[in-house]
């Protein structure tokens, strides 16, 4: 099951600090996220999942910055080969 968890941002300005809270939807299922403790592997939909997150700068949950930290070679090349990818069409 999806969980929700909370994420904070703090915006600065000039006059004030303002603090905004988000709800958002974690994408990694129980399942997905304990066989890729016990085993280290993910689902290549997951990757891409993390990637099109990191490419478009969205906030990542705790879970997918994990997976980020032992996935990174390989959401860098599924990140390298969308940029060459859109370069060609």
């Known amino acids: 099951m999806n969980q929700l968890y909370e994420h904070r ?4 300005d ?6 905004i809270k988000r709800k958002m939807i974690e994408s990694v299922t129980d399942k997905e996220y304990a066989t890729f403790i016990d085993t280290g592997v ?5 990757l891409k999942t ?6 478009y700068k969205v906030h990542l949950s705790p ?3 994990a997976i980020l930290t032992d ?7 599924l990140l390298r ?6 370069k060609n069409e």
């Open 50 to 55: 993390i990637t099109k997150k990191v490419k």
């Open 63 to 65: 879970r997918e910055s």
């Open 14 to 19: 000039d006059q004030q600090t303002k603090l």
């Open 71 to 77: 996935k990174i070679s390989e959401i860098n090349f």
């Open 9 to 12: 941002t703090e915006y600065y």
């Open 81 to 86: 080969n969308d940029q060459t990818k859109n």
């Open 42 to 46: 993910v689902s290549k939909l997951l």
